[in-house]
């Protein structure tokens, strides 16, 4: 399975103190899954890498949104692992504009997805974002890094 975070903002090319966290976390998903980080200008941008995306099944798209599902990490992980085992070959987890999601975004959505009622950077909840994504591969794989407390 590959897993792509997604978000809307400035290219790599900007200073971003949480770059490195995000990718160390997503580099940590490896020996489960292949993960990468892809920024776009703009969510028509987004929207149309998504539709370019060729595999033997669409992509699952996860708009992270604070209208969205909130889970646990245990939850987040079962709900993982489902997708895995079901064959999905390609998950985008895409964080939002500032202004939020247009309609015509969230029709696309499989999930909209909430980290919770808390406003937050955009740069920290892609950290967040990894490390739960990291957390959900090792709850997975009955790793000890999860201890559920």
């Keep these: 399975m590959q897993v792509t975070l997604a978000h809307i903002g400035p290219s790599g090319r900007a200073p971003d103190p949480f770059g490195s966290m995000t990718q160390g976390y997503l580099d940590r998903c490896s020996p489960y899954a292949k993960c990468a980080s892809e920024s776009f200008r703009s969510e028509d941008a987004l929207l149309e890498w998504i539709g370019r995306q060729k ?6 798209v996860a708009l992270l949104d604070s209208q ?8 987040f992980a079962t709900w993982l692992g489902a997708r895995r085992d079901e ?22 959505a499989g999930m909209l997805l909430s980290l919770g009622s808390m406003t937050m950077a955009h740069a920290l909840a892609r950290v967040v974002m990894a490390e739960q994504l990291y957390r959900a591969f090792t709850i997975l794989a009955g790793h000890p890094y999860h201890t559920g407390h």
Excluded: E, L, Y
């Excluded at 969205?68 to 939850?75: D, K, N, V």
């Excluded at 064959?87 to 696309?108: E, K, L, M, Y």
């Design 55 to 60: 595999a033997r099944t669409q992509p699952f």
């Design 68 to 75: 969205g599902r909130s889970m646990t990490s245990t939850a």
């Design 87 to 108: 064959g999905t070959q390609h998950i985008v987890f895409a964080i939002g504009p500032a202004d939020g999601w247009s309609p015509a975004a969230r029709s696309r």
